[in-house]
């Protein structure tokens, strides 16, 4: 179980409560917080990408991942943040998003010009989005792009991201 940069925190812990061990193990990324992960493995995370793990940073984490797989803007999570008497600056939510984005924890999405939507499910995926209400949600089912363009020269397909735009019938 040598895993680079354990703080002594999280070896404290480890000491402490043996029995965690094989359960922080597992917390190789924030698909698994939930309600029971402990503060250490969130700070440990953030650590893993070079964000200061400070006590809101810890809740906002929590406050993102913690609901399971959902989709989100910084302005969104922010005000649900100050809801939560999570006492969080929106410049920070967009940092430590961003940051988990780089480190590949989100997914950013692009759906709408003026807000970035954030992902918990990093997975290849696509998306619903209503317009109006601006809810996104993932689509169920496979979908295939057919007749896609030659990339131009020196460059490939990343990956195809389909957002597909719903409004109530008239
Ligand atoms: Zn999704």
Known sequence: MARAGVSLAETAN?????DTVAEASKVTDT????ATTHDFEIEAQLRRVGLRPTRQRVALVRQAFGKGDRHFSAEALHAEALAAKIDISLATVYNTLHHFTDAGLL?????????????TNTSDHHHFFVEGSNHIFDIDAPVTVDNLPEPPEGMEIAHVDVVIRLRPKA
């Open 31 to 34: 698909t698994m917080i939930t």
């Open 107 to 119: 997914r950013v999405l692009s759906v709408e010009g003026a807000k970035t939507y954030f992902d």
């Open 14 to 18: 480890r000491i402490a409560e043996p």
